[in-house]
């Protein structure tokens, strides 16, 4: 046969896939998820067994770990002695079990995560708890297996006389599945059982009046009842472990922080590191001092505050950015009849209930059989003694040990055990005492046997028996709760002056969007003139607000998108500085163009709301608390039509007018209070009816009769008209004229459209740049005074050809009016 012949062909998906599935089998089954029934995985079950085995337990002496790890792997784990060890130090470790089950003497490791001393320093026995999961395992209680080379039986399962899957909680990641089961109070589960067993009907909430949640072996505040609930009922749910901490005052007015239970699975060390780089990096102001001071009597976390810290804050921003709160995830995985299971609370303690129904059996069956033969056999030895001589003298007949069975038998009817059990009788039970000691041993035997097949015939019995067990576990190994349960979920609100120390600042924004955050001693020592800030050549500055660090501002595109910008993240540079370019900061898109910056400092704030002006006349209004997001990419602040943009967004009190300004040279003043608030992507409605070409190009806020109008034709000409020109009209209308056009061969243009109108009651500059780049800056009350029709004067120098292409108010750190 050729070396060809001996091979088979295969597809390779099918080869790899029956692989990957056997060895997904074994990690899931033998591996990394507990068995439902004693709540442990097969590494632990044989560490336990092992040291059953060799007598480890807690009424002998410590011994080696080395020699525990060694029997482990010799019999029963055929794997390396590391993850063995690790299997039973964590066994040993009080703070991730909620009863440890190795009784540990040395080195064990420590909530800081530090390592276990090597297996050759440490010492082990089972701990008392760990006798009741191996309890009458001698009584043919479970089925035992061969292990891996056939020489010696294992167990397949432990007997657990206490449901150990919820007291002490696993987490295992295998193949396809992962499991993560809390530690649970041991009074609370037994309870719960019990009252299983009593009303096999019983809901959910009832159950959940027995065991409230989980009990952490390291305390804590638990919150949120709905994710337990969820948990208990599908097997996934989401709880808030958060730390207990206290506020201390101290002399001169200063406070600690004190934390002194910290949430399961996180490590001492590394929240203090975390809390100490907080103070180093100066995220928060105030604090001044971090020290562990755990020891003896307990833990002790320590966080100094310096004087007039805000207390509350500090520890808000600590449960919101460290492992002081943490989240707990349920994802109850359980091996139920050899397969991985999502279960429920119920379906945990009914699985436990029927493991502990066949235990209970396959152990009364057990003694039964012992009790029985032991009946059978003081039965005969009672009627041996009451005709003591017969008996007697058909033994010393006999040639021998067999001959004197066989007499036996053949001549007074005893069995071959009855017979064997009466030749191995001591002389001195033939005593009248001994008598009466065997004929009251045959009672009580007796009784036993009733006993037993009363609990092999009766199932209420038989549960009896499970609930009389569990309660004396409960009353001696329960412990009170360490954990506190709270219903509802507290949020965190972190305080902004908390992470930044409020200043006030400057922000510039270019025309050609380069923003900087600048302090005020820089813009002083620069100078304190607002024309001599950093630009580009051909750039200039389109806004400049005086804001604090700890506001926010809002960015608003012509697109109808707006960007929340915290002030403290804007890059600080200095004054004569050029800055940054906006797309480093927000992500806004190329096409896409900014028309307003509005900084908001309390969105709550009763009365305000932001209104929309858009080219094609439409208006919207609103409420500004609406606006407050905590993301950083781009949201829907208006709807905006085809072919429409927005033009202006203003934050306004709703008790002012509002103004427009078309490109035809029409104006309209209405009351704001005419368009009713609406909602963030609501497109608005008219607030103009436009002429065919025509469009918005101005929008400003005015009130009362006082002040001035000022527009700008796209060839320069300017002119100011009294506010009170303009009188109130109903929303939606044609509007009036503000600006005449000059028409005619011989006459000189005044302009063709209107490019800008300003109001104002105080005189303040304006500057214009031209379509070849040439800037000019005016002064309001250099354009004429009149009435709203006049053709008006011309300001700007425009080449032939040209028009105006920007026009910006010119910026101040003046207060500011109201509404500019």
Partial sequence: MSSLEQFLPAFLEEVVGDR?????????????????????????????????????????????????????????????????????????????????????????????????????????RLSPIAMELLRDIEKRTVLFKDNFDNTTKEPVVLPSRYPNLLVNGVSGISSGFATEIPPHNLREVIDACTALIDAPEIGLEELMRHMKGPDFPTGGIIMGEEGIRDAYNTGKGRIYVRSKTEI???????????????????????????????????????????????????MRIVVELKKEADAQGILAYLLKKTDLQVTYNFNMVAIVNKTPKQLGLKDMLSAYIEHQKEVVTFRSQYDLERAEDRAHVLEGLVKALNILDEVIAAIKASKNRLDAQKNLVTQFGFTERQADAILVLQLYRLTNLEITSLEKELKDVQKTINHLRGILGSTKKLLGVIKDEMTEIRT?????????????????????????????VLVTLSNEGYIKRTSMLSYTRSGGAVDNTGLKEGDYLRHLKEVNTIESLLI????????????????????????TAIVNIIPIAKD?????????????????????????????????????????????????GVGDEILHVQLSDGTKDIMLATKQGMSIRFREEEVNPMGRAAAGVRGLQLREGDEVVAADWVYGDEGEVLVISDLGYAKRTLLVDYPLQGRGGKGICTFEFKEGKRVKSNGSE???????????????????????????????????????????????????????KNASLDKRPPNA
């Avoid at 012509?558 to 004054?575: D, S």
């Fill in 476 to 504: 001696k190994y329960g412990m009170e709760r360490r954990s506190d349960i709270q219903n509802e979920v507290e949020e965190i609100k972190v305080n902004l002056e908390v992470m930044v120390t409020p200043e006030d």
């Fill in 20 to 124: 990957f599935g056997r060895y997904s089998k074994y990690i899931i089954q033998d591996r990394a998820i507990p068995d439902v029934r004693d709540g442990l995985k097969p590494v632990q079950r044989r560490i336990l067994y092992a040291m059953y085995d060799s007598g480890n337990t807690p009424d002998k002496p410590y011994r080696k770990s080395a020699k525990t790890v060694g029997d482990v792997m010799g019999n029963y784990h055929p794997h390396g002695d590391s993850p063995i060890y690790e299997g039973m130090v964590r066994m040993a470790q009080p703070w991730k079990m909620g009863h440890v089950l190795v009784d540990g003497h040395g080195n064990w490791g420590s909530i800081d995560d530090d390592p276990a001393a090597a297996m050759r320093y440490t010492e082990a």
């Fill in 592 to 640: 896409d163009r900014i028309v307003d910056v509005i900084p908001v400092k309390d969105f709550n704030e009763e009365g305000k709301s932001l209104v929309f002006i858009t080219r094609k006349g439409q208006v919207k209004r609103t409420d500004l608390k609406e606006y407050y997001t905590n993301r950083s990419s781009g949201i829907v602040a208006c709807k905006v």
């Fill in 248 to 298: 201390q005052d101290l002399k001169a007015g200063r406070q600690q922080i004190v934390v002194t239970e910290i949430p399961y699975q996180v490590v001492k060390s590394r929240l203090v590191t975390a809390i100490e780089n907080i103070r180093l990096e100066k995220k928060v102001e105030g604090i001044a001092e971090v020290r562990d001071e755990s020891g003896r009597d307990g």
């Fill in 754 to 808: 209107l490019v800008g109108m300003f109001y104002f009651k105080q005189d303040y500059e304006i500057t214009a740049w031209n379509s070849s780049g040439e800037k000019t800056v005016f002064k309001t009350n250099q354009a004429p005074l009149d009435d709203r029709k006049s053709i008006g004067k011309q300001l700007v120098p425009v080449s032939k050809g040209g028009s105006i292409a920007a026009l910006v």
């Fill in 556 to 579: 608003f595109t012509n697109k109808g998108q707006y960007f929340l910008l915290p002030v403290h993240l804007i890059p600080e540079y200095k004054w004569k500085d050029n800055g």
